[in-house]
């Protein structure tokens, strides 16, 4: 596969996980207003904020991991240029 196309997937990946914390961060907003109204609070919501939390934590895992591997391709990247100007 050529580099520029591992960059574009890598990309696309590193893009999607921004997104998804994004969208779990003001999932999480919504349920913090949530439980500021007692009349609407209840245990059901305390767990669904932890698998959130949870949840946006795992995509930040992702985001660092796949950081790495950008960090990691572009070295590979370089090698490969280097071997071919040889």
Known sequence: MEPQKRTHLLNQLMEE??????????????????????????TQHAHAAYSLLDEHAAWEKIVQALQGIHTELEQIADAERQRVER
């Open 17 to 42: 996980a921004t997104l998804m914390q994004g969208v779990l961060a003001k999932a999480m907003e919504g349920q913090r207003t949530e439980a500021r109204q007692p009349y609407l609070h209840s």
